[in-house]
């Protein structure tokens, strides 16, 4: 269990970590969420004891970092994935933070294997990867088997299957009961992974709850209808009660309504469908409503306004899902169909 | 709190797991030893060319650490590089996690890295003495006579000090770049400059190198050398103090910036 309390972090006039007041519970994998300068990672550094908070304070298990006795063994951290010393072999480097914390060198070992580096234990790690510095990193947070795990946007830089891997190595030491913090800046993956949910802009509190609830509250379902006769669809939609907002491309979006009951409707009324299908707004989309105000570095296009937030779901988004890795509810993007609703399938001519 | 045996076996595991170690240290020992022994040899073909004054103050045992000057910068560079590769490589962060007692983690390292300099410093001094005498041959003198013994073994300390200075020195720095650029011009070239022009040298005389080396002497005002208001021993305090300053700063920096 950490409790974070009041924890505040100023540099000069510029305020990174504001008041923050939280908790992370064991158990479960609680997700850090914030866009990039959020102060997601000085509030991990500052719980770790390498920045001083200017005030507030932080306890891990109801004691200071620097209380700890050999604190490896309680709390492990993955920071960077460049904070080794590229002279020194891999093995090397976990020895010397073994031996600090008075653990057997044959953990480095165990360690090593269970990150897959075994076969380049005595290479120096300035010839690593970056994923491979990642499970460098990860192996030292392993160390001390540790009930609490600390990991600062972990998949950053990894190919899928690395992505998948740490994706479930997170869950399995959940599952064992661990306290698990891991921070990112992408919603599609928390989704994957965390139980729980913190989320800061700016460095302010903006949500912190369970990620089943998160999903309920912020995966606004819409159905999607498109039509030749669009005119005639829309007095037929304002007639029987609906409220039709125009979206791009001519299309119709309809809050509270079934593919079903529009479907029937538009045959009763004979109008012309060339789509009818629901949709659901990403996780991504909802993360990024709820971040607007305080995203801290926005792209200008033109002279003048931010630019939107780009809709989120192209990109690497998909690539990774497909190892194995199971789409959680309410991750679809914009713009894919749910199975089931057909283009144009209930059109019924006159 | 962490335990210090636990820390300083860490600590020497560092330092014998990177090649810059070996490399520094090799290079301190033969860069002073080789340079010594040119020089040893050189006097003493030479000796007769030599000023009247200078002939009446030779010290067969200082000429034997002529090399010093040399090969004391790769004792800088050891120092600076034990304490900057910690900030260079990011390495910082992951120590201060392990070992987040500041104080343990500097002086353990600092402990680990003094000693091994010290001992490489007294092994360069022992064989660059023997090797100088040999080569001096008559004019030569031997571990027996007078002060020589504190003398031989004051290089060596000189020479571990100056590892240690740099480590300090480093630590408030926080950047190997920045200390070998200050450090290094700062020994090889501005130290020894001053040195010799007149008023200057009334304050660069208490730098910590000058100081110091003033420990390798046997005779008084050695090779035509100006009179030191402080003795052999008092020079050597001078240093030490310089260098309990830059550690203290070191550690005050660590202990209070943000890693």
């Excluded at chain 1, 661990?178 to 139980?195: G, K, N, P, W, Y």
Aim: glycine residues 12%.
């Amino acid at each position: 269990m950490i409790e974070l309390e009041g924890l505040t972090k100023r540099f000069g006039s510029k305020v990174a970590v504001d008041h923050l007041t939280c908790q992370v519970r064991p158990g479960m994998v609680t997700g850090f969420l914030g866009p990039n300068g959020a102060g997601k990672s000085t509030t991990m550094r500052m719980m770790l004891d390498l920045d001083n908070p200017t005030s507030g304070t932080v306890r891990i298990d109801g004691k200071h970092y620097h209380e700890l006795q050999e604190p490896l063994k309680y709390i492990g951290a993955l920071l960077d994935a460049k904070s080794m010393h590229g002279g020194r072999s891999a093995y090397n480097n976990l020895l010397c933070l073994a031996q600090s914390n008075r653990i057997p060198s044959s953990r480095v070992d165990e360690v090593l294997d269970t990150v897959g580096l075994s076969g380049v234990a005595k290479k120096k790690s300035k010839g690593f990867s970056l994923g491979m510095g990642q499970r460098l990193g990860i192996a030292s947070a392993l160390l001390g088997d540790p009930e609490i795990l600390m990991f600062d946007e972990p998949v950053n830089g990894l190919d899928p299957e690395g992505i998948h891997w740490i994706r479930n190595l997170m869950k399995a030491l959940a599952a064992e009961g661990r306290t698990i913090f891991v921070s990112s800046h992408l919603m599609s993956e928390m989704a994957l992974t965390a139980d729980h949910l913190i989320v800061i802009g700016q460095g302010r509190l903006l949500a912190d709850t369970s990620m089943a609830d998160f999903i309920h509250e912020n995966s606004r379902s819409y159905v999607r209808l498109r039509s030749p006769q669009q005119e005639r669809l829309r007095d037929v939609l304002h007639q029987e009660g609906f409220t039709a907002v125009e979206a791009d491309g001519g299309t119709l979006e309809i809050d509270g309504a079934t593919t079903e009951e529009l479907g029937e409707l538009a045959a009763r009324h004979q109008v012309v469908l060339h789509e009818l299908s629901s949709q659901r707004a990403s996780l991504e989309e909802a993360f990024m409503q709820m971040t607007a105000g305080s995203v801290e570095y926005h792209a200008h296009s033109g002279p003048g306004g931010a630019e939107p937030p780009p809709t989120v779901g192209a990109g690497w988004g998909e690539g990774w899902q497909q190892p194995g890795g199971t789409a959680a509810p309410g991750t679809t993007a914009p713009g894919t169909t749910t199975p089931g609703s057909v283009d144009g399938t209930e059109n019924k001519g006159a | 709190m962490a335990s210090v045996p636990a820390v300083l076996n860490s600590e020497w595991t560092k330092i014998r797991t990177v090649s810059s170690t070996t490399w520094t240290l090799i290079c301190a020992f033969a860069v002073t030893v080789a340079m010594s022994a040119a020089l040893c040899a050189l006097l003493n073909a030479t000796f007769d060319d030599l000023s009247e004054a200078e002939q009446a103050t030779f010290d067969p045992t200082l000429v034997s650490f002529s090399g010093t000057v040399l090969g004391q910068l790769a004792m800088v560079v050891f120092g600076v590089l034990v304490v900057g590769t910690e900030y260079s490589s990011g390495m910082i962060r992951t120590s201060l996690a392990a070992v987040p007692q500041r104080g343990t983690l500097l002086f353990s390292k600092i402990t680990v890295a003094g000693v091994l300099a010290l001992v490489v410093g007294l092994l360069t001094s022992f064989v660059s003495f023997f090797l100088g005498q040999a080569l001096l041959g008559d004019r030569g003198t031997d571990l027996g006579a007078d002060n020589v013994l504190r003398a031989v073994v004051g290089a060596g300390l000189y020479m571990g000090l100056i590892a240690i200075f740099s480590m300090g020195v480093t630590a408030m720095l926080r950047s190997s770049m920045l200390s070998l650029g200050i450090l290094v011009p700062f020994f090889f070239l501005i130290s020894q400059i001053l040195i010799a022009v007149p008023y200057a040298k009334d304050v660069a005389r208490y730098f910590p190198d000058q100081a110091g080396s003033k420990i390798m002497q046997v005779v008084p005002e050695a090779m035509g050398s100006d009179p030191s208001p402080y003795g052999p021993w008092a020079g050597l305090g001078i240093m030490v103090a310089w260098v309990v300053a830059a550690v203290l700063g070191g550690y005050l920096v660590l202990k209070n910036r943000d890693a």
